[in-house]
């Protein structure tokens, strides 16, 4: 419960109804919730007579003041422990995003590394994917982009991932999860405790596109925990490296993995992203095999 007497943990399960202009979720006990509150247009374009699951949020909507609601679709049942590599294609508007961005999900816990500091965390599914663009996940409605000019209302841009762009999945099984939880919990402390440089303390003051980035963190990762022949220092070619890697992988141990594309949900407030260049040349022929041969094994 926080100060506001509002339970942040509670998650209500139900369908989404729109109907004369009221935006609400029908529990699946038939009681009503967040009738007369602000969720957000995304959700009621794309999930309109779907189950869902929501919570609240601790960050506010700026208009009302009042806490943000958070909508996602209802999950499936448990499964098994995983890994899921992220290739989450470019930006447009963004060119620092010219060469995508990756990501890795270790039993539901989304590691995201990053150039800004304030990006640089753990979160869990329903965050990455799926926060709404209101408050400070929305652009700036003067830019339509990134902008914390007024400090008091920052607007940082970074709504749920799968509204912003196409991204790419390797799904794996049969790995050892618990390593790589502490390999990028580490990390992320690491980062976390280095100190600020003082005339850019948005930015990581460490973060290198060759050594040090989102995809050499998750792929040192990788190779850490036996996986020697992943490579690639590019969001792109660190996924390509890494399907051809596991996919092969299942032929020789007790490993099911699989590539797939979740994808874009088109909103208002992002442009459809684009696929990133492949910097190694053989990638582009590689590229094909993953998504051919894709089944569980």
């Not at 990134?146 to 509204?163: L, Q, T, V």
């Not at 992002?270 to 998504?291: D, E, M």
């Amino acid at each position: 419960m926080n100060d506001r007497g509002i339970d942040e943990n509670k998650i209500i399960r139900g369908v989404l109804e729109a109907q004369s202009g009221t935006v609400l979720i029908r529990g699946n006990d038939g009681e009503i919730h967040f009738a007369g509150e602000k969720i957000w247009s995304g959700y009621v374009a794309h999930w309109t007579g779907r189950e869902v699951c929501a919570r609240y949020l601790p960050q506010v909507e700026y208009e009302t003041g009042n806490p943000i609601i958070i909508v996602w679709p209802a999950p499936p049942a448990d499964r098994e422990p995983y890994v899921e590599l992220y290739y989450n294609e470019r930006l447009v508007k963004y060119p620092a995003s010219f060469f995508g961005h990756n990501a890795v999900n270790v039993n539901d816990s989304i590691f995201n590394y990053s150039h800004l500091m304030n990006e640089n965390e753990m979160m869990n599914i329903e965050e990455y994917f799926y926060r709404p663009a209101l408050g400070e996940f929305a652009p700036s409605p003067l830019t339509g982009r990134f902008n914390i000019e007024n400090r008091s209302r920052p607007c940082y841009d970074k709504f749920g991932r799968i509204f912003m762009r196409n991204i790419h999945v390797l799904h794996v099984e049969g790995i050892d999860t618990e390593s790589l939880m502490n390999i990028y919990s580490g990390e992320l402390d690491l980062i976390r405790n280095t100190p600020r440089d003082p005339r850019n303390p948005e930015i990581y003051r460490d973060f290198n596109f060759l050594r040090r980035s989102c995809s050499t963190i998750i792929r040192d990762g990788l190779r850490a925990i036996g996986y020697k022949k992943i490579v690639g220092f590019a969001p792109r070619d660190l996924f390509v490296s890494a399907a051809r890697c596991f996919l092969a992988e299942r032929k020789k141990r007790s490993i099911r993995a699989r590539v797939f594309i979740t994808k874009q949900l088109k909103v208002d407030e992002a442009p459809y992203s684009a696929l990133s260049p492949l910097l190694n040349p053989l990638n582009a022929f590689r590229v094909r095999g993953i998504y051919e041969d894709n089944d569980t094994g």
